[in-house]
């Protein structure tokens, strides 16, 4: 299935098979672009290398700004002025970017430094990428978990040069640039050369090794000008309006297909850590391809776990591109944080986190238990060095770690992870920090009035307060646990009379789409609402039932349609995360037919192959994530330690979950493709079984998933009873712990 990745889905404006059936009733107000990259990447790594043009927003690709509707075009050709390192993968409105480190390879002058170039015979696998520069330079990129690697093959020239630019960040936008506060760079001789620069508030090292030929000189460079005799440039303080570019560069004749190859070792604890993960990485004489082997053998160590029967090559192909970008972020950063001295896990690029806890973050715990444990020790690490615990963590320090758009985040992938029995976590520890955290930001105002605004972080500190009660009863605590449980039921303070939630300001969404959240309490959720029946009526109007096909935004700007489009209410399908577990609401009402109908639709026509294959913003994998478990037939809920099942887009598959092997088996499947009539012939789960046991209900635990078994499905062309009796468990219908019941978190098996 590794052989069936294409890193190029994403990068370009979404161009999806045209939308049949419901699907074409969905209307998409966000940029429908993937705003994915092709570069080289490490699964879960620290390090991403690429060719960078400075478009939006990861660097590569040709994008200006897009938020909303299809993006505008900044070149017309994909163009490189170099290659850099760091990207983010899939997000939206995030500024400036890690293109740190820009390596160029050149046969012009010093001068021609920034000129972009036109690529050519571009290539990409897991681990590699590779493009021809219009100056005839093969470029090709590897990387490691904290090493890159870049391999360049020049045609004949009398004078060839690799240039690093250390002075270079950002993006070719407005405000997008990004300036060292902080230099230092100093060439070592016999092609070796180390350096530090503080970007963003990071001090981020590199240490250079390269087999440069004989006759070639490696010397520094200031203001694209040779520093003759030069070693050594240091920088105490940098301006926008005294910066000039700066860095090092290794030059002389190259004949005809003459490579050089450039060995990177980062650190964020300066040259001499850099130089060691550098040195552990490729020890002694080992190169670009040592690195590029490793690297595919990391890769297939995770696609080893997921393995799928069936399925077109369409649609096996954007499965396992999908997995592939599902492993992408966040960056595992052993031993490298430099905000505190102590050893242990960092991780960093939790840039979206509030897509990532829903679908991304589970699918990461489920296929390595031990990586999702040191992720969830690092935000307990950043709560204790920093104050609070993070609703999104980038490398780069900033105003992005910020509180508006969701609360209370990471208690969720804390209670899961206590549910599941994660190793190595201080719980006692991690519930002081998240009953304290319960207070930040709009936290105060929930604590004391039992509602806030945005009136979707009412939701989230619910939520919140649910999750902390989790691992409060487990530890022993019932005071604690019975005091949050009480304030977890504030949820019900942000609906109104009419089921939805009360008018507010929403980030990026409106009141209809918040509105389905999976909440701890459901049933209580769905009373609130009317019942089964007019709960069902409300999320059928808000997936399009009955309606009339919609028209997608183009280019901005727009006309009346932005307002129009709004005014529907409308699911806004997968290009706007915040519905992305909207569809499986039904399986709380007892309609997991809709469900079926719901996400056979998306699966259907809002993925596609070739670059256009999302509708939208990837998010660090979430969307990709969401793919991934829709597919599998499975939806996590998150902090409930809780999977929701459904009919699989595969004919079967075994999975390596938890370190235990679990095997998904289907009778009655037909094989559906990418758009067409696709959509018009769902498939709907007829009955289950788990380990040989009838499977009444719609749903498994985390626990079972990571422990091994065999789910058996029974499909059919029409829907049929089951799951329609017993739900999937809420609070309100568990026993109540204060009066000697059960453990709250606790399901049926």
């Known amino acids: 299935m590794l052989d069936s990745v294409d890193p190029f889905i994403g990068t370009e404006a979404a161009d999806l098979p045209t939308a049949q059936g419901l699907a074409a009733t969905w209307w998409w107000p966000k940029a429908q672009v993937g705003n994915t990259h092709p570069g080289a990447c490490h699964p879960l790594g620290m390090v991403s290398a690429c060719a960078c043009s400075g478009a939006y927003p990861t660097g590569y690709g040709r994008y200006g700004i897009s938020t909303e509707g299809a993006p505008a075009p900044l070149y017309d050709d994909y ?32 001068d021609a430094l920034g000129t972009r170039w036109k690529l050519a015979d571009e290539t990409a696998e897991p681990g590699y990428y590779a493009a021809t520069l219009e100056n005839g330079i093969r470029c090709e990129l590897t990387v490691g978990e904290k090493t890159a690697v870049h391999r360049y093959t020049f045609p004949e020239a009398s004078s060839a040069r690799v240039v690093l630019d250390f002075s270079y960040g950002g993006l070719a936008i407005e405000h997008g640039t990004t300036v060292p506060l902080r230099a230092g760079l100093e060439s070592l001789g016999q092609g070796c050369a180390q350096g530090t620069v503080v970007m963003e508030g990071i001090p981020l090292s590199v240490y250079i090794d390269s087999d440069t030929p004989g006759s070639w000189r490696q010397l520094v460079w200031y203001d694209r000008r040779r520093v003759d005799g030069g070693t050594r440039l240091d920088f105490d303080y940098i301006r926008r309006t ?21 060995r990177m070792g980062f650190s964020m604890r300066g040259t001499d850590q850099a130089r060691r993960n550098l040195e552990r990485a490729l020890p002694g004489e080992a190169g670009f391809d040592q690195a ?29 591109t999908s997995l592939y970008h599902s492993l992408i972020k966040p960056c595992f950063a052993e031993d490298e944080s430099p905000f505190w001295p102590s050893k242990g896990p960092f991780v960093f690029d939790i840039a979206t986190m509030w897509d990532m806890y829903k679908t991304q973050f589970p699918l990461l715990t489920a296929l390595d238990p031990a990586k999702g444990a040191a992720m969830l ?27 508006r758009q969701a609360s209370a985040l990471a208690h969720t992938v804390l209670a899961d992870g206590y549910q ?23 936290g105060e105002d929930f604590s004391e009035r039992g509602v806030v605004h945005p009136i979707s972080h009412t939701l989230d500190l619910a939520t919140g307060y649910w999750c902390t009660a989790i691992i ?52 209580s959720r769905i009373r609130l609402a009317g019942g089964d029946k007019e709960f069902t009526a409300v999320l059928d109007r808000f997936f399009g039932y009955g309606a009339e096909p919609v028209t997608q935004l183009g280019v901005p700007p727009f006309g009346p349609e932005f ?94 979950f938890g370190g235990n092997d679990f095997e998904l088996v289907t009778t009655g499947h037909v094989e559906t493709g990418i758009g067409g009539d696709a959509a018009d012939r769902p498939q709907y789960v007829q009955s289950a079984r788990f380990n040989g046991k009838p499977l009444d209900h719609g749903f498994i635990t985390g626990n079972q998933l990571h422990g091994g078994g065999r789910l058996e499905i029974e499909l059919g062309p ?21 009066r000697g019941g059960a453990r709250f978190q606790e399901f049926p098996p």
């Open 292 to 320: 590029r082997a490793a690297v595919k053998k990391s890769w297939s160590t995770y696609f080893s776990q997921v393995e799928v029967h069936g399925g077109t090559p369409e649609r096996r192909t954007v499965f396992a």
């Open 420 to 442: 599941l029995g994660l190793e190595g976590l201080e719980w006692d520890w991690a519930l002081v920090h998240m009953q304290d955290d319960l207070r930040r930001g709009y």
């Open 377 to 403: 020790e690092s935000l307990v690490r950043i709560a204790e060095e920093e104050g609070n615990l993070p609703i999104g963590y980038r490398m780069a320090r900033g105003s992005d770690r910020f509180f």
């Open 563 to 656: 307002a129009i489009g709004q005014d529907l209410n409308r699911f806004e399908g997968l290009n706007n995360e915040p519905d992305m577990e909207a569809p499986w609401a039904y399986h709380y009402a007892g309609r997991p037919d809709r469900t079926a109908e719901v996400v056979h639709a998306a699966l259907a026509h809002q993925f596609g192959t070739g670059r256009g294959g999302l509708p939208g913003n990837d998010d660090s994998g979430a969307l990709s994530s969401w793919y991934v478990w829709a597919s599998l037939g499975l939806f996590p809920v998150a902090g409930q330690n809780l999977f929701l099942v459904n009919a699989p887009a595969f004919s079967g598959a075994d999975l390596r």
């Open 242 to 262: 005294t910066l000039r570019p700066f860095g090092l560069m290794f030059m002389g004749p190259a004949r005809a297909g003459q490579t050089v190859e450039i």
């Open 718 to 738: 029409e829907p049929s009873d089951w799951a329609t009796k017993t739900r999937p468990p809420s609070a309100s219908d568990r026993p109540d712990p204060a």
């Open 79 to 110: 163009l490189a002025s170099g290659f850099t390192h760091f990207q983010q993968s899939g997000t939206g409105a995030i500024r400036k970017y890690y293109n740190y480190f820009r390596v160029t390879p050149m046969i012009e002058p010093l």
């Open 472 to 523: 409060a009863r487990g530890l022993g605590d019932r005071r604690l646990a019975d005091e949050l449980e009480a304030k977890s039921r504030a949820w019900t303070n942000a609906f109104g009379a009419d089921g939805l939630l009360r008018d507010s300001s929403f980030y990026e969404g409106g009141r209809w789409n918040y509105s389905f959240r999976l909440l701890h309490d459901m049933a």
